[in-house]
């Protein structure tokens, strides 16, 4: 079983970065997705970014230039590196582990495995 846990999150002013850690155990297969995606309440899931099998990355167009994706395997840890960071960036930031059967961006947090969440807080 996957288990995944952010960490990273906070308050900033626009403009502003933050990095998004996501510790993960029980994934060993190569054929996994690994993402992040962000609710905000009252609001629909949005894919962040996500990186395939073969660690290729990922960018929703609303963060592309400002987020990177990257993943540390000999520490388990999937990243997310947010700069120039604008309020509409407002929102819990969750990390997932999952099969995707057409495109890892598309399907992060729509099935498998996710934490719970870290808050991430832009004011401007």
């Known amino acids: 079983q996957v288990q995944l846990v952010e960490s990273g999150g906070g308050s900033v002013q626009a403009g502003g970065s933050l990095r998004l850690s996501c510790a993960y155990t029980?994934?060993?297969?190569?054929?996994?997705?690994m993402g992040w995606f962000r609710q905000a309440p009252g609001n629909e899931r949005e894919g962040v970014a996500a990186?395939?099998?073969?660690?290729?990355?990922y960018y929703a167009e609303y963060v592309r230039g400002r987020f990177t994706i990257s993943k540390d395997n000999a520490k388990n840890t999937l990243y997310l590196q947010m700069d120039d960071l604008k309020p509409e960036d407002t929102s819990m930031y969750y990390c997932?582990?999952?099969?995707?059967?057409?495109?890892?961006?598309?399907?992060?947090?729509?099935?498998?495995?996710w934490g719970q969440g870290t808050q991430v807080t832009v004011s401007s």
């Open positions: 997932s582990a999952f099969i995707a059967t057409v495109s890892c961006l598309d399907e992060v947090g729509t099935t498998g495995y």
């Open positions: 029980g994934y060993t297969d190569s054929m996994y997705c």
């Open positions: 990186l395939d099998g073969d660690g290729s990355a």
